[in-house]
């Protein structure tokens, strides 16, 4: 079960859910890509290439963002996991934060701003302004 599911409270049910981005992931997979093309002469890099894999993988299935009809819910990791968690009524604002790059492959980071709270980086988001509209069109209902 997903840490999304597990949070949900009663009457609470997801609007829109963001997913990571493959592209953010890109240099771990390219990492991983490289060593395995040096395991033809050194048998030790197999090891690499596979934990790099496994890091990309993990990184993707681990990082979840969702806002519900009450609050932002962010988590990002498997092992150690940091979790960003605000009821709709205090986020002051959702900023979308684009490299070059992000902008080509539709990818970028949302920050989270609420009364009160600290900023909240969430990297990687795939179409993160779709993220932002969707959050914008349902709290300006």
Do not use: C
Not at 15 to 33: C, K
Not at 76 to 88: D, Q, S
């Amino acid at each position: 079960m997903s840490y999304l599911q597990e949070t949900l409270i009663n009457g609470e049910e997801v609007v829109y859910e963001g997913r990571l981005s493959i592209w953010f992931l890109l240099p771990t997979i390219f990492l991983g890509v490289i060593f395995l093309l040096l395991s033809i002469y050194f048998i030790w890099s197999i090891l690499v290439a596979l934990v790099m894999f496994g890091l990309a993988y993990a990184t993707y299935i681990s990082t979840e963002l969702a806002f519900t009809n009450k609050r932002v819910i962010a988590k990002v990791g498997f092992i150690k996991r940091v979790t960003v968690e605000l009821n709709i009524s205090k986020i002051e604002t959702i900023q979308v934060r684009q490299s070059v790059l992000g902008r080509i492959f539709n990818y970028g980071s949302i920050i989270i701003a609420g009364a009160g709270n600290p900023q909240a980086p969430i990297a990687g988001i795939s179409q993160p302004m779709v993220f932002r509209n969707k959050f914008m069109e349902y709290t300006n209902k």
